[in-house]
């Protein structure tokens, strides 16, 4: 027997979430202020400050790029029609285009005074194009044995802006899902963080948040990113007693299966999160967790695990 749907029913049934989520031409300085906000009270307060003032540089690197897109228009095209993300960053990272970019993020950084920060800029200023690319693939091969850790913040924050920027310039993208769920479908970096949106036709849907270019992508809630498991999934949080029991702003989604963890944001509680910022200001969350037996499998491209 066939079932007759009303006009309504028809129209629901066509209504697909939007996939792709961009991020706004001013997420640098959105994610300073962010920062510059959750600095305050917190053990990693100065650091949090570090990062806020490299996103105000990001920023200005953003407005004024100093490289254009380097993908061109039929080699977008082909990824796309097959599957492909155009900005695919194992590809690109070991190509020159991105270099303008730490370049002129560390000329606009501040001379330091003596010490880990002046060291670490002297040392990026001192090496080699080549000594630079093999420090970006290995950082964003997640090979941070190789990475001097004082270098993440700086180069994650040129890759960052490149990537981002090259997002930005895409012509309308029609990106496809990715290999696996927490693959970026814009440039292939896994996701970093997810939000649960509030508003609009984004409204309680799930986005995960690239860790490189900041494309976000719609994934069903209540499945594991990592092994797509549904099953007696935990949410954690930090210990504060402003918030009532499953109304914290951000939880940490446990998959008791592949024990794997991943962070979200939930803005109907607080409108004002913003990926990077809350899980560099949450790292206690990942401590304690680390404690019980979840691993992390989200980077985050300003701090190297165990640096900071």
């Known amino acids: 027997m066939s079932t007759i749907l009303e006009p309504g029913q028809i129209e629901a049934s066509a209504v697909m979430p939007p996939f792709l989520h961009l991020p706004p031409t001013n997420l640098f ?3 300073a202020e962010r920062l510059e906000h959750l600095a305050e009270g917190n053990a990693l307060g100065e650091y949090l400050r570090l990062v806020a003032r ?3 540089i990001q920023q200005q690197l ?3 790029p100093p490289g254009g897109l380097p993908v061109a228009e039929e080699r977008q095209r082909l990824c796309v029609s097959h599957g492909l993300p155009p900005l695919a960053a194992d590809g690109l990272v070991r190509e020159r285009q991105w270099l303008v970019w730490l370049q002129a993020l560390l000329d606009r950084c501040e001379p330091a005074p003596e010490g ?6 002297g040392s990026l200023r001192e090496s080699g194009d080549e000594q630079r690319k093999g420090w970006a693939v290995a950082l964003l091969g997640g090979q941070y044995d190789a990475v001097p850790a004082a270098l993440v913040p700086f180069l994650g ?7 981002s920027s090259w997002l930005l310039a895409l012509p309308e993208p029609e990106l496809k899902p990715g290999g696996s769920l927490a693959q970026c479908p814009a440039c292939g970096s896994p996701a970093m963080a997810g939000v649960v949106r509030n508003r609009g036709k984004h409204n309680g849907l799930r986005y995960l948040a690239c860790s490189l270019c900041a494309c976000e992508w719609h994934v069903v809630r209540v499945k594991c990113v990592y092994c797509e498991s549904s099953k007696d999934l935990r949410y954690s949080s930090l210990e504060d007693d402003r918030h009532a029991p499953g109304k914290a702003p ?3 989604e446990c998959c008791p299966g592949c024990q794997g963890y991943l962070k979200q944001s939930y803005l109907e509680n607080d409108a004002a999160a913003e990926p990077l910022a809350d899980d560099l200001a949450s790292l206690a969350l990942d401590m304690r967790l680390d404690e019980e037996g979840f691993h992390r499998l989200a980077p985050n491209l300003m701090l190297a695990p165990g640096g900071g």
Do not use: E, K, M, S
């Open 54 to 56: 490299l996103c105000r």
């Open 116 to 121: 880990p920060l002046a060291a670490a800029l």
């Open 157 to 163: 924050a040129a890759l960052q802006a490149a990537w």
């Open 250 to 252: 951000l939880r940490a």
């Open 29 to 31: 300085a959105v994610r």
């Open 62 to 64: 953003v407005d004024n």
